[in-house]
């Protein structure tokens, strides 16, 4: 109770009153004791709850690196903010940007199994990505049956799903 509502409460407690005037000053002066009158006023008011980011609203938030991309959402077309190879469809980041691997065929680094990484267009379009030198299971009818986050890559006359190039290895 701060010094304003304790010297009410004590003109009231002295000035002369009924009994039912003297009980309402009482019950009013306990419930700001006991902060019952800041309770009852904030009532009713939701708190807000500050929204963590997803990676389908629009904002850059959380973990993210460009608007819904990047960090734990899915990998940044080229052009995107990053922060390494991981927020990167292409699995190039340079300067902060995702890029392009520039040579087919060309290393593009490794990754962080030390596993040689190459520069490869993928089947079903778009640009170069850096892929893993290990393809991730075993040959496939159509890209389609390539598992999610993967490249679809023609060698030779087989069709096989790489992995992007990564910087850091899976949890």
Do not use: Y
Not at 51 to 64: A, L, T, Y
Not at 99 to 108: I, K, R, S, Y
């Amino acid at each position: 109770m701060d010094s304003t509502r304790f010297a009410a409460f004590a003109r009231a407690l002295t000035a002369p009153r009924s009994r039912r005037g003297a009980l309402a000053t009482l019950l009013g002066a306990t419930a700001g004791l006991l902060g019952l009158a800041d309770l009852a006023a904030s009532r009713g008011k939701k708190k807000r709850r500050k929204k963590k980011g997803n990676c389908r609203d629009g904002i850059k938030n959380g973990s993210e690196t460009a608007v819904d991309c990047g960090g734990r959402c899915p990998r940044c077309a080229v052009g995107k903010r990053c922060r390494n190879r991981d927020d990167c469809a292409s699995a190039v980041c340079a300067n902060g940007a995702c890029q392009e691997c520039v040579t087919e065929d060309a290393m593009c680094g490794r990754d962080a199994d030390g596993v040689t990484c190459f520069c490869k267009a993928p089947d079903a379009g778009g640009p170069r990505v850096c892929i893993t030198g290990n393809a991730t299971g075993s040959e496939v009818d159509d890209c389609g049956s390539c598992p999610a986050g993967t490249h679809c890559i023609t060698i030779g006359d087989r069709l096989l799903c790489f992995k992007p190039c990564s910087a850091s290895k899976p949890r």
